[in-house]
């Protein structure tokens, strides 16, 4: 198992099972990582209207990351990455928005954002590289 395999998913290292092919790519693990945290600040009431729209569009990177990577064709493959960019930049200004309401600490938000932009980096590439999508660190 390559090292990229074990960081896509750390309690699959000691497992021989197979991996989908979305599992392999930083990208992903990163948008996992990035909903789970969206997810605990959505668990604060605070968040308000918010709070719906963070966890759709933090739910929304991932699961078009994993699509995109189950298209054949690079046009569809590049749709469903353009789309969980354009999630991932929501997300970004979401938390921009709470933070400047107050909702947000400074340190949460500069997390997600720095999560976030490195996201949006993985993406772009994905989605003007010619081919399959191989590991994206």
Known sequence: MSETQANANPDRQQDSSPFLEYERLDCYRLAVEFQAIAARL????????LRDQLERASVSIALNIAEGVGRRARAD????????????????????????????????????????IRIVQMLTRLIESPGRPGPVS
Do not use: W, Y
């Not at 959505?42 to 209207?49: A, H, I, P, T």
């Not at 938390?95 to 938000?109: D, F, I, W, Y």
């Open 77 to 116: 493959k590049a749709h469903f990455f353009t789309i969980a960019r354009g999630s991932a930049t929501e997300c970004a200004a979401i938390l921009e928005v709470a933070a400047s309401r107050g909702l947000l600490g400074v340190p949460v938000q500069r997390h997600g954002r720095a999560q976030l």
């Open 42 to 49: 959505g668990s604060e009431r605070r968040l308000g209207v």
